[in-house]
C-alpha cells in the first residue's frame, strides 16, 4: 500500500497569511493525488485532483503543484471560511490512501 | 444537482451486520464507478471499497476483506454496503462517493458505532 505523510499535522496562521501543506507519497503516483477540505461535521470536499487541477467552483486562492513523491498544497490568502482540515489522497492504486490531516487553525 | 444520501447506520453489537445504502440522484449513477470512505470519530479518511459501474470488479482495503461487501443497483439508483462480523474499529462515520477519480461527490455521511 501507498503511504501518504501528510505535514504538519496542525498548524496555526491569520487571515490574510499564505500557508503550505505538504504531502509525500511513499512510491511514485503519476500526480493522481487530490486535495480535500473538511469542515466538522461535514463532508469531505474536493478542491484539487491531478495534483495541480482546481476543482470547479473552488477559490483560485487555493494551488496545488508537485510530481513523484512531492505534493503541496498552497493558500495564498487565508480567508475566515478557510479554516478547517485539510487532507490529501493518493488515487494512483488500490488501496486509495489518505494522508492522516492537516488541521488549519486561526491564530 | 448531483446528491448522495446514506441510511442504515446505528449502534450494533460486536460480531452483529448492518446493511448501509446510498441514494444517487442528480446523474448517471450507472456511468460511475462509486466508493465508500469512513471516518472514525476524531481520526482521518479511510477509503473501504470501491465497485466498478456494472458491479463486475469490487475492491476492498484488507481490513474489511472477507467481512464487507460492496454491491449496487443501477435500476435503483443505489450503492449498498453490507457489513458482517462487526468490530469496534469499525466504529465510523460512513461516506458513499462518486468516483470519477477522485471522489468529486459525497454524502452526508451515516454513522455506525459498534459497542456491547
Known amino acids: 500500500d501507498i503511504q501518504m505523510t501528510q505535514s504538519p499535522s496542525s498548524l496555526s496562521a491569520s487571515v490574510g497569511d499564505r500557508v503550505t501543506i505538504t504531502c509525500r507519497a511513499s512510491q511514485g503516483i503519476s500526480n493522481s493525488l487530490a486535495w480535500y477540505q473538511q469542515k466538522p461535521g461535514k463532508a469531505p470536499k474536493l478542491l484539487h485532483y491531478a495534483a495541480s487541477r482546481l476543482e470547479s467552483g473552488v477559490p483560485s486562492r487555493f494551488s496545488g503543484s508537485g510530481s513523484g513523491t512531492g505534493y503541496t498544497l498552497t493558500i495564498s490568502s487565508l480567508q475566515p471560511e478557510d479554516f478547517a482540515t485539510y487532507y490529501c489522497?493518493?488515487?494512483?492504486?488500490?488501496?486509495?490512501?489518505f494522508g492522516q490531516g492537516t488541521k488549519l487553525e486561526i491564530k | 444537482e448531483v446528491q448522495l444520501v446514506e441510511s442504515g447506520g446505528g449502534l450494533v453489537q460486536p460480531g452483529g451486520s448492518l446493511r448501509l445504502s446510498c441514494a444517487a440522484s442528480?446523474?448517471?449513477?450507472?456511468?460511475?464507478?462509486m466508493s465508500w470512505v469512513r471516518q472514525a470519530p476524531g481520526k482521518g479518511l479511510e477509503w473501504v471499497a470501491n465497485i466498478k459501474q456494472d458491479g463486475s470488479e469490487k475492491t476492498y482495503v484488507d481490513s474489511v476483506k472477507g467481512r464487507f461487501t460492496i454491491s449496487r443497483d443501477n435500476a435503483k439508483n443505489s450503492l449498498y454496503l453490507q457489513m458482517n462480523s462487526l468490530r469496534d474499529e469499525d466504529t465510523a462515520v460512513y461516506y458513499c462517493a462518486r468516483d470519477a477519480l477522485p471522489h468529486d461527490c459525497w454524502g452526508q455521511g451515516t454513522l455506525v458505532t459498534v459497542s456491547s
Open positions: 442528480g446523474f448517471t449513477f450507472s456511468s460511475y464507478r
Open positions: 489522497q493518493q488515487y494512483n492504486s488500490i488501496p486509495y490512501t
